[in-house]
């Protein structure tokens, strides 16, 4: 009898119908208007690479040790570097980074010694060419750097 | 497919997918279908097909992890943990207890996170399209902590080889707390809007029944398994990363059709909060990280673990050489292996039941594929 009166007054569907009513005014909206209004990036967030320089010199934390390279399950990092005569100690030449095939996985940073490769918490790679996704050492030093034109 | 190739003047071939949205990705089905009735099924995989089992042996243990996160892309964190607790099998390391924890309480969240996606996704296929939304909004917090602890979203990387690479963040355990008490309230909720709903109850009630006998002979295991009455959790069954110390229980269906499996992930949502709760109570101190030798180099031998992952039975077979470089790696994905009940369950039903039995079996075509 319950249960007639249940189905005949549609409480199943008056219940349901209920709860959505219930968000008439969410507190919470979670459409984030993106480009006017930044994400919330974690700090932890596996972005962009970048390679990190001394501030006081200038000079690159990088020992030119090649274990990012190593750790890297797509092979996407050349390390170039040459031997200082004097010193007797490798020194970096080149650095190049192929973020078109990187996964973020966070292996190389983890694998680095010194913290000189790092994954930062910026999130817009996107680029005009295929070539423009392989980042050089100038580069990942400073940070993308946005196309400019002639006009 | 049934057999022969002539067709009868009322039957008809009919392809679905696999652009189709209801098959959850790339799944092909080709129905043999009588007027609206399915005669045959048959499943055409393969379009998301990465050869992630040949990518492992050309890759060293640690550098294999983060492809299995590729596989069940909505369980990742599940994933890494059953091929990070084979290659430790393997190798014997004993992970930290405080590793084992914050292991369990990610995987308990990425469960709670695919069994969401499931039940959004799956009421959107029947027609109910508000429970997307709400679950798409808890998931988010999930994937917030995920974030905050190791740095991305959807495929993690969230455990290494030996224990975790990242300790947990200042805030982790109140977040975590917090997302427990917001998120009973709204389990609640979704059964408001649905256990009682007579559309959703019409459209889901015996179909696709799949009683304990199939399933064992089918191999599903998961909440499918569990939905036909049998009380089978690795969790329980074979205890892995300190599962044997908290207390929870297994829910089963008694008639295992897609409604008891809808009630079954519903209260697995309840148990993995209180899993959750247990873990973050007697979280242990001391470090995260087990006694791994710093080029990984497992004996020669071979292994099979296996993990209760959100969809069913998860295992990884790992054959070692004694190099860096897996011999070979086999992953046992749940998905496949229920995917092969699906003609079993549509036989006899209609078409608009085919969506709702790809729903219910809960696929994830990545881990299909691999």
Redesign the interface.
């Known amino acids: 009898m319950l249960n007639l009166l249940r189905?005949i007054f549609l409480l199943?569907?008056i219940?349901?119908l209920?709860?959505?009513f219930r968000y008439q005014q969410p507190k919470y909206i979670?459409t984030e208007q993106y480009p006017a209004q930044r994400p919330k990036i974690?700090?932890?967030?596996?972005g962009a690479p970048r390679l990190n320089i001394n501030p006081e010199t200038g000079e690159t934390l990088c020992i030119a040790c090649n274990l990012c390279a190593l750790?890297?399950?797509e092979n996407l990092i050349v390390v170039g570097s040459e031997r200082d005569e004097k010193t007797k100690r490798k020194v970096l030449t080149t650095f190049t980074y192929d973020i078109s095939r990187c996964?973020?996985?966070?292996?190389c940073e983890?694998a680095c010694p010194v913290d000189a490769l790092e994954?930062t918490q910026d999130f817009e790679l996107a680029s005009y060419s295929r070539e423009g996704a392989i980042w050089d050492r100038q580069m990942l030093e400073e940070g993308p750097r946005p196309t400019k034109y002639a006009w | 497919m049934p057999d022969g190739t002539f067709l009868d003047a009322t039957e008809l071939v009919l392809n679905m997918g696999p652009q189709h949205p209801s098959t959850h990705g790339v799944l092909r089905v080709i129905l043999k279908l009588d007027g609206e009735k399915v005669i045959g099924t048959e499943c055409v995989i393969g379009y998301l097909h990465r050869g992630v089992e040949k990518i492992a042996e050309n890759?060293t243990y640690?550098?294999?992890?983060?492809?299995v996160d590729?596989m069940d892309y909505v369980a990742a964190v599940s994933n890494g943990l059953g091929y990070c607790l084979a290659v430790e099998k393997l190798l014997g390391v004993e992970v930290p207890p405080r590793a084992q924890a914050i292991r369990v309480i990610l995987t308990e969240l990425n469960r709670i996170a695919s069994h969401l996606i499931w039940l959004g996704t799956h009421a959107l296929d029947v027609g109910a399209i508000?429970p997307l939304f709400y679950c798409m909004?808890e998931r988010?917090e999930i994937l917030?902590i995920f974030?905050?602890?190791?740095?991305?979203r959807l495929?993690t990387?969230a455990f290494r080889i030996g224990g975790l690479?990242?300790e947990t963040?200042d805030t982790f355990e109140s977040d975590v707390r917090a997302f427990c008490d917001m998120f009973l309230p709204k389990v609640d909720?979704y059964e408001?809007?649905?256990t009682?709903?007579?559309i959703w109850i019409g459209r889901l009630r015996n179909v696709g029944i799949l009683n304990a006998e199939d399933c064992k002979a089918y191999g599903v295991t998961g909440p499918l398994l569990r939905a036909a009455g049998v009380k089978w959790d690795l969790r329980k069954a074979q205890p892995y990363s300190g599962y044997e110390q908290y207390d929870f229980e297994i829910p089963t269906g008694t008639r295992g059709d897609s409604y008891d499996r809808y009630l079954v992930r519903i209260q697995e949502m309840r148990q993995s909060v209180r899993i959750i709760r247990q873990a973050l109570d007697g979280l242990p101190g001391g470090p995260i990280m087990g006694k791994v030798p710093k080029v990984i180099k497992p004996p020669v031998g071979e292994v099979y673990v296996s993990i209760e992952a959100p969809k069913g039975e998860l295992g990884y077979y790992i054959v070692s050489d004694g190099s860096t470089q897996p011999y070979r790696v086999r992953v046992r994905p749940p998905s496949f292996v229920n995917l092969q009940a699906l003609d079993k369950m549509c036989r006899g039903a209609l078409v608009a039941d085919v969506v709702v039995v790809i729903g219910t079996i809960d696929i994830v075509l990545g881990e299909v594929d691999r």
């Open positions: 189905k199943d569907l219940q349901g209920w709860v959505t979670y974690a700090e932890r967030f596996r750790a890297c399950p996964m973020f996985c966070g292996l983890d994954l | 890759r640690p550098q294999f992890a983060p492809y590729r508000t909004r988010e917030n974030e905050k602890y190791c740095g991305a495929t990387h690479q990242y963040y909720e408001e809007l649905l009682g709903n007579r």
